[in-house]
Structure formats: C-alpha cells, structure tokens
C-alpha cells in the first residue's frame, strides 16, 4: 500500500493530496487558454497571495481556493463554473 503525499494550503487551511494538486494546476492551465490569460506576473496582485511568480501560479491560487469556497470538486466537472467565475472577476477589476 502506497502512502499519498499531503501538502498543506497556507491560503485554504486544508490538506490536499498530490493528485488535488496537480487537478488544479492543469484546471489553471485550462484557464489561462480559455480566457487568453498571457504569461507575466500582472494577475498576481489581484488572484493570488502576492507570494506567486506568475500569473499561472497566481491562477492555480485562484483556483485552489474558490473550489474551497464553493465547494466544487477539482475535476474537469468544475472547468465551466470556474470560466465563468474568473471571467467575472476579471471584468470587475477592469471597472
């Protein structure tokens, strides 16, 4: 029996297994395509901790704590609500 790997998330206060982990990132990735989001630091501010590199990461931080908040699952189940989600956030911090 294998033992799975847990990391703690600062941002969210819950243990996350590896596989968590990864879902997140690739669902970051898959809004950062859907949504045109280039590579740069510039969301990081306004997503993230202000501990991120880069917009991905920032994304990834994004991502971690509105499945938290909503209490979605990070599956690809997620990905429409997610869209819809960041895309609003985006557009209000443009007003």
């Known amino acids: 029996m294998g033992a799975k790997l ?6 969210t206060g819950f243990c996350q297994t590896a596989d968590h982990q990864r879902m997140v990132r690739k669902l970051a990735g898959a809004l950062t395509i859907a949504l045109n989001i280039r ?17 991905l990461e920032a994304v990834c931080t994004w991502v971690n704590a509105t499945l938290a908040a909503e209490g979605l699952p990070a599956s690809r ?18 007003n």
Do not use: C, I, K
């Open 6 to 11: 847990h990391a703690v998330s600062t941002s």
């Open 39 to 55: 590579p740069g630091a510039s969301l990081v501010m306004f997503l993230g901790s202000g501990h991120e590199r880069n917009n």
């Open 77 to 94: 189940q997620a990905l429409n609500t997610l869209t819809q989600m960041l895309e609003q956030e985006l557009l209000s911090q443009l």
